[in-house]
């Protein structure tokens, strides 16, 4: 099966890309690099809730949100993958091309991870941001280096 960023960055057709993830709503992403930094948060994350449930006073230390250039109808799969996992987040935003800057700007995170180094805009100040340099958008670009 051709890997998910690559049916849009290869054809550059949107249309493709969501008729792919349409048909593969159901069948979970595979886990990638990131997948055990979440199983471990999601794990601190239930615990809270946990707790948070059992005492209307206790306020959450720890929240997380993920921030997607998906849109409908791909965002089923990203929801039915993480549930897969058993990974859970409080709030998910999928922008479908709003730039992912603006809502940082209001969450005010305390780290913002992305696999594109454009969504790691430098004038969000006071926001740790990390790029994972893997995925099909950074092999390109590795490539393009070594040419």
Same mark, same amino acid.
């Given at each position: 099966?051709?890997?998910?960023?690559?049916?849009?960055?290869?054809?550059?057709?949107?249309?493709?890309?969501?008729?792919?993830?349409?048909?593969?709503?159901?069948?979970?992403?595979?886990?990638?690099?990131?997948?055990?930094?979440?199983?471990?948060?999601?794990?601190?994350?239930?615990?809270?809730?946990?707790?948070?449930?059992?005492?209307?006073?206790?306020?959450?230390?720890?929240?997380?949100?993920?921030?997607?250039?998906?849109?409908?109808?791909?965002?089923?799969?990203?929801?039915?993958?993480?549930?897969?996992?058993?990974? !859970?987040?409080?709030?998910?935003?999928? @922008?479908?091309? &709003?730039?992912?800057?603006? +809502?940082? %700007?209001?969450?005010?995170?305390?780290?913002?991870?992305?696999?594109?180094?454009?969504?790691?805009? !430098?004038?969000?100040?006071?926001?740790? @941001?990390?790029? &994972?340099?893997?995925?099909? +958008?950074? %092999?390109?670009?590795?490539?393009?280096?070594?040419?």
């Amino acid at each position: 099966m051709m890997k998910l960023k690559k049916i849009f960055q290869v054809n550059n057709d949107i249309n493709e890309f969501h008729a792919h993830e349409v048909k593969h709503s159901e069948d979970p992403l595979e886990p990638g690099l990131m997948h055990k930094f979440f199983s471990k948060i999601s794990f601190f994350q239930k615990r809270e809730n946990k707790l948070a449930q059992k005492d209307n006073l206790y306020k959450k230390v720890l929240r997380t949100a993920i921030v997607t250039a998906r849109n409908a109808p791909s965002h089923e799969r990203a929801i039915n993958t993480l549930r897969s996992w058993e990974v !859970e987040v409080d709030e998910m935003f999928f @922008l479908g091309g &709003i730039e992912k800057k603006r +809502i940082l %700007e209001v969450l005010k995170p305390h780290l913002f991870i992305d696999d594109q180094i454009k969504h790691l805009d !430098e004038s969000l100040h006071n926001i740790p @941001l990390v790029h &994972i340099p893997f995925g099909i +958008i950074n %092999e390109k670009k590795n490539e393009d280096k070594e040419d």
